[in-house]
């Protein structure tokens, strides 16, 4: 009866380690995964809020920027996808791409 003690006592201890370095790695590798996301969002935010400048997002000043046709605030100045929904950025005018925002409830400098 002492042996089954004492292994039940052992096993319980090693449970309990495996568990706390479990604990420690899973924290850890979140901690990394925040990281990777938050350095991939730096490029260049394309969600854009409260009066939005049209002729700044045209870097290129080629009168043409790409929009989100579901998320009218998500414009950038080169093809790519939403970071919302994902669908992929249309190509249009920048008097397109105003309409658009303000047919939608959005203000444009």
């Known amino acids: 009866m002492k042996s089954v003690k004492i ?10 380690s495996s568990i706390m ?5 899973h924290q850890h590798g979140d901690h990394s995964k925040m990281e990777m ?16 400048d049209l002729k ?3 870097k290129n ?3 043409k920027v790409f929009q989100d046709q579901m998320d009218w605030n998500v414009i950038s100045d080169k ?15 920048v008097k ?3 309409k658009n925002l303000l047919e939608n409830g959005f203000k444009v400098k």
């Open 79 to 93: 093809p790519g996808k939403c970071p919302l929904c994902k669908m992929t950025l249309k190509e249009v005018t």
């Open 21 to 25: 370095i479990f604990a420690q790695e």
């Open 56 to 58: 700044g997002i045209d």
């Open 37 to 52: 996301k938050k350095d991939s969002l730096k490029p260049e935010n394309i969600v854009h809020q409260g009066v939005i």
């Open 7 to 16: 292994f039940l006592i052992a096993l319980t201890l090693i449970a309990s």
């Open 96 to 98: 397109k791409a105003k």
């Open 61 to 63: 000043k080629d009168g």
